[in-house]
C-alpha cells in the first residue's frame, strides 16, 4: 500500500509538473524534464544523491532555488538539500563561504579564474565522491551552477570533471531596441518592460529572463532603443529602472541605460546639449549622481549621435570623443562606462556611406577616457545578411573596441523566418584583421588577446519579446542563446552552439538532434542566397526591412540616396555591384594588407562578397564555369529549394516533437519558403531588366511578373501593421 501511495504520488507530481510546464517554449533552454535516457538516468542518480550551496547572498539563493528546480527534474526523484556531505553530494560556493571547498584546496586553479569564472570538478571529502561547482565570486557559482546543469541536460559523463571557464569579454550585454512608453522594433515583438505597473509589480518573467540570460553568461542590458525617450532619467523611470535593477542583480545583470544627447534641452530645460557647456557637464554630472543613487551600481549608458539624422555633438561643432567625453567624466566617479555607437553615417557626406564610420573614428584613436568603449557593428553597413567584418576592427588600438550583432532579425525575416545566427557572428569573430600580421582575428581583439584594452564587451540587439516564447519564433531562440554563448567565450563553433541548444531546447535524441542542428547550421546560408547572394547588400524592402526591394529609389521616410537599393546594387545592362575597389569608392583601402589587396582583386576577392566589392559584369566566369548572371540565378534557386527541403526535414520530425512549438515552427516555414520565393523571383525579374538573358536551365521561373512584386504587401507577418 505504501509503495502505491508512493508511486501514486510521484505519478501526480510529475503529471502536474507537465500541465504547468505545457511545451509553450517559455522555459527555454532550461526545461530540466526527466532525463530520458536510462544509462544516463542510472548513472546521474548514482552520482548525485543531495545538493548544498555555501553563502547567504541573493546570488547564492539563485544557485540554490536553481538546483532545487532542475535536478529534482531530471533525475525524476526528490534530490535533498542536504546540511552535511554524504556520498554524491553536489556543493556549489566559494572557497571563502565553504570550509569543505576551502579544504580541498583548490586555491591555484581559481587564481586564474578571476571575477567570473569557475571550477567544476569530483573531489572527495573525508572519502566521500562528490561534485564541487566553486569560484571567486557568487556570481561565479551561479555561473558554474548553470554550466553543470547544462552538462546534465546534455547528458553528459559527470564522473571525470575538471571544467574551468571564465569568459572572454568584460561586458556581455543585451541593446533591447524598444522604445518608451509603448511598443517599438516590431521586428523583435512587442517589449517585455510593462512600464506602467513599475515599479509596483514585478512581472515574474523579470526573474526569468535574468535567469535565462545569466545562464548563458550575459551580464549586463539596455532596456530601451537608442535615443528612445530622454524621460529616462526623470525621477519617475529612473525609480522603475531602479525596480527591475534590484530584480536582475542577483543574477549578476548590470543595468545600463540609453542616454540621449539633448536629454540636457528635454527634460533639464537648457538651451543647449553642446557638451562643453558648463551647464550641459553640470547637468549630466547631476544626472549620473542621481541615477547611482537608485542604483549604485548602475554600468553606464550607450549612445547613438550623429547618425540617421539624430542628434550629437557634431551639432556643436564638437566631436564624438567630446561628446563621449563628456559623459564618460560624469558616470567615470561612480565606476561606470560609456559604449558609443559607431553607427555613423550622413547622407551630405559625398562619400560611400560604409567608409564613414571609419573616417569618421580613426582621428580619435586613443582620445577618449579610459571609461569609453566604442560599439562597432559586426559589418560597416547595417547587419545585411552577409557583410564583410568592420575595419574598424585592429585599426584603434587604443581605444576600446566592442562588437554589437543583431540578434534581432530585422534584415533577416523577423520573428518569421527560420535563420541561425551564429554563422554571422562568428565569420565575422573569425575574419583575419591582419592589423599586427597573420592570426589578428576579431576575436582576438575584442577579448583583449592582442590588443590592450582595458575595456572589452560584446552586444547583442536583443530579440526578446512579450510573445510566451520569447521571441515569437521557437528558433529564435537560438539566437539569443548563441550571442550569449560567443560573448563568454567568442571561439566555440555555431555547430557546438547548435548542439547544446538543440539538446537542451528539444532532445538529445540523435533522430532530433541531428537533422535539426545540420539545418541550423545551413539556415544562415540558405537565407543569404534566397535574399543576397553573392555580395548583394540592403536591397530589402523600404522602411519595413521585410521582403525584397532591389527597386526601391526612394525611402518613404527620406528621399536620401543612401536609403534606396539603387545605391547599393548598381546594376545596369553591363553589370551589377558596388566597385569599392582602388577604381571605385576604395572602400578597400580601410583593410589591412593583404585583406585589402585580396578584395581589390577581383580574382582574389571571396565570391561570397564579389558584389559587395565589385561591379562585376554579367558575363564574368565565375569559378564554378557559369556567368554572373548565371551564378546569381542559381544561388537565388538553391536558397529558395533549400529552405524547402528544410520544411521538408521539420514535417518529418512531427511524431517525434511537441505540438506546440512543432506547430509554431510549421506554420512559419509556409511563410519563410513562400517569402524566400518571393525575394527569388522578384529580384531575378528586376535584375533581368539590366541583365537581359535568359534564365538558366533547371531555375524554377517566376511565378509573376515585376509589377506584382514591385506592389505586394505583407498582411501576416507580425510586426508589419
Ligand atoms: C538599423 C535600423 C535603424 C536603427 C539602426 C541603428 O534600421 O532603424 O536605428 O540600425 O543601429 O538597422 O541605430
Redesign the pocket.
Known amino acids: 500500500m505504501k509503495t502505491f501511495l508512493k508511486v501514486l504520488v510521484t505519478v501526480l507530481f510529475f503529471s502536474s509538473l507537465t500541465v504547468l510546464n505545457a511545451e509553450d517554449g517559455y522555459r527555454l533552454w532550461l526545461r530540466y524534464d526527466l532525463i530520458d535516457n536510462p544509462a544516463v538516468l542510472t548513472q546521474y542518480r548514482k552520482a548525485i544523491t543531495g545538493y548544498m550551496a555555501a553563502g547567504n547572498s541573493q546570488t547564492i539563493e539563485a544557485a540554490k532555488n536553481e538546483l532545487q528546480m532542475s535536478l529534482s527534474g531530471l533525475l525524476g526523484s526528490q534530490i535533498p538539500v542536504v546540511s552535511t556531505v554524504k556520498k554524491g553530494t553536489v556543493i556549489a560556493g566559494t572557497p571563502e563561504n565553504s570550509p569543505i571547498i576551502s579544504s580541498l584546496k583548490l586555491n591555484d586553479k581559481l587564481g586564474r579564474l578571476g571575477n567570473e569564472g569557475y571550477l567544476i570538478t569530483n573531489s572527495k571529502y573525508k572519502g566521500k565522491k562528490i561534485i564541487v561547482i566553486t569560484a571567486n565570486t557568487d556570481i561565479g557559482v551561479l555561473y558554474g551552477t548553470f554550466h553543470f546543469l547544462r552538462l546534465l541536460q546534455m547528458n553528459q559523463g559527470i564522473t571525470d570533471l575538471s571544467i574551468s571557464s571564465s569568459p572572454g569579454t568584460k561586458v556581455r550585454i543585451l541593446n533591447h531596441w524598444d522604445m518608451l512608453p509603448i511598443p517599438g522594433r516590431k521586428s523583435a515583438g512587442n517589449t517585455i518592460w510593462k512600464w506602467d505597473e513599475l515599479p509596483g509589480r514585478l512581472d515574474s518573467r523579470y526573474t526569468d529572463y535574468a535567469r535565462a540570460n545569466a545562464s548563458i553568461g550575459i551580464n549586463a542590458t539596455v532596456l530601451t532603443n ?1 535615443n528612445a525617450d530622454a524621460r529616462l532619467l526623470t525621477p519617475e523611470y529612473m525609480e522603475k529602472v531602479a525596480a527591475l535593477a534590484d530584480v536582475f542583480r542577483p543574477y549578476g545583470i548590470k543595468m545600463y541605460l540609453a542616454a540621449k544627447v539633448t536629454a540636457p534641452i528635454e527634460i533639464g530645460k537648457l538651451q543647449t546639449a553642446d557638451p562643453l557647456d558648463k551647464d550641459v557637464i553640470a547637468w549630466w554630472k547631476k544626472a549620473a549622481d542621481d541615477l547611482y543613487n537608485y542604483i549604485p551600481d548602475f554600468g553606464g549608458f550607450v549612445v ?1 549621435a550623429n ?2 539624422g539624430q542628434p550629437g555633438p557634431l551639432d556643436y561643432n564638437r566631436t564624438h570623443a567630446d561628446g563621449a567625453n563628456l559623459l564618460a567624466d560624469a558616470v567615470g566617479p561612480h565606476g561606470g562606462i560609456i559604449m558609443w555607437r559607431a ?1 555613423v553615417y550622413d547622407n551630405k557626406v559625398p562619400d560611400d556611406r560604409i567608409k564613414q564610420p571609419y573616417n569618421e573614428f580613426i582621428p580619435f584613436n586613443g582620445k577618449f577616457r579610459k571609461n569609453v568603449i566604442l560599439q562597432v557593428k559586426n559589418g560597416p553597413l ?2 545585411q545578411p552577409r557583410e564583410p567584418f568592420h575595419p574598424l576592427f585592429g585599426a584603434m588600438p587604443d581605444t576600446p573596441l566592442m562588437p554589437e550583432f543583431q540578434i534581432m532579425q ?1 534584415y533577416f525575416g523577423f520573428t518569421t523566418h527560420l535563420v541561425f545566427l551564429a554563422p554571422v557572428y562568428e565569420e565575422c569573430l573569425k575574419s583575419d584583421t591582419y592589423s599586427k600580421g597573420e592570426g589578428s582575428l576579431v576575436a582576438r581583439i575584442v577579448d583583449g588577446t592582442i590588443s590592450d584594452y582595458s575595456l572589452t564587451g560584446m552586444a547583442g540587439v536583443s530579440n526578446i519579446g512579450a510573445d510566451r516564447n520569447w521571441t515569437g519564433h521557437i528558433f529564435g531562440q537560438s539566437n539569443w542563446y548563441a550571442f550569449g554563448r560567443l560573448a563568454w567565450d567568442p571561439y566555440i563553433s555555431s555547430a557546438e552552439i547548435a548542439d547544446e541548444w538543440v539538446r537542451m531546447t528539444f532532445s538529445n535524441k540523435e533522430e532530433i538532434l541531428k537533422p535539426i542542428s545540420r539545418f541550423m547550421v545551413e539556415s544562415r546560408e540558405i537565407a543569404v542566397n534566397y535574399m543576397t547572394p553573392l555580395g548583394l547588400h540592403h536591397i530589402m524592402a523600404a522602411a519595413t ?1 521585410y521582403g525584397p526591394g532591389p527597386w526601391v529609389d526612394k525611402d518613404p521616410r527620406d528621399p536620401r540616396e543612401d536609403w534606396t537599393s539603387l545605391y547599393y546594387h548598381r546594376a545596369d545592362e553591363n553589370g551589377i555591384g558596388f566597385n569599392r575597389t582602388s577604381t571605385g569608392s576604395n572602400a578597400v583601402s580601410q583593410y589591412y594588407p593583404p585583406v585589402r589587396d585580396m578584395f581589390n582583386n577581383i580574382e582574389t576577392c571571396p565570391e561570397n562578397l564579389l558584389l559587395w566589392f565589385h561591379h562585376v559584369s554579367w558575363d564574368y566566369k565565375m569559378r564554378s564555369g557559369r556567368t554572373l548572371w548565371d551564378e546569381l540565378c542559381y544561388r537565388y534557386n538553391d536558397g529558395v529549394n533549400k529552405i524547402r527541403e528544410v520544411q521538408q526535414v521539420w514535417d518529418n520530425l512531427k511524431p517525434v516533437l511537441d505540438a506546440e512549438r512543432y506547430e509554431n515552427v510549421r506554420e512559419r516555414l509556409i511563410k519563410q519558403v513562400r517569402d524566400a520565393r518571393i525575394w527569388k523571383d522578384g529580384c531575378i525579374v528586376y535584375f533581368q531588366t539590366f541583365s537581359r538573358r535568359p534564365l538558366p536551365p533547371g531555375v524554377e521561373a517566376p511565378e509573376h511578373d515585376l509589377e506584382w512584386y514591385k506592389t505586394h504587401r505583407y498582411t501576416d507577418i507580425p510586426g508589419m501593421f
Request: aromatic fraction near 22%; proline fraction near 0%.
Open positions: 537608442v547613438k547618425s540617421e553607427f547595417d547587419f530585422e526591412h
